[in-house]
């Protein structure tokens, strides 16, 4: 089992950069390709990034594309999150989740865990 846990999340205004991290321990986290997701008040849960286990293949949603960059440092079991130009439709709550596999890094419901989330804000 992994155990995952959030932290770098704020109030930041429109424009600005937050830096999300997603500290793992338990199971080898080198083993599974990773993922962030968000929700918004009143919205489903949606897709943001995710990297593969070695790193070398990263996918982006497209409302984040070329503005967020998914990173990971396996020998600190850490998954991050730069989040730059920041919109204040980007507020929401965002998850890390872990996955085996290479398949299906798209789908929330391919993952087997999950973190407690941390709020992101930003302001008009």
């Known amino acids: 089992q992994v155990q995952l846990v959030e932290s770098g999340g704020g109030l930041v205004q429109a424009g600005g950069s937050l830096r999300l991290s997603c500290a793992a321990s338990?199971?080898?986290?080198?083993?599974?390709?990773m993922g962030w997701f968000r929700q918004a008040p009143g919205k489903d849960r949606e897709f943001v990034a995710a990297i593969t286990w070695i790193g070398g293949i990263t996918m982006y949603a497209d409302s984040v594309k070329g503005r967020f960059t998914i990173s990971r440092d396996n020998a600190k079991n850490t998954l991050y999150l730069q989040m730059n130009s920041l919109k204040p439709e980007d507020t929401a709550v965002y998850y890390c989740?872990?996955?085996?596999?290479?398949?299906?890094?798209?789908?929330?419901?391919?993952?087997?865990?999950w973190g407690q989330g941390t709020q992101v804000t930003v302001s008009s």
């Open positions: 989740a872990a996955k085996p596999g290479y398949s299906g890094l798209y789908y929330g419901e391919k993952y087997d865990y």
């Open positions: 338990g199971d080898t986290f080198s083993r599974y390709a």
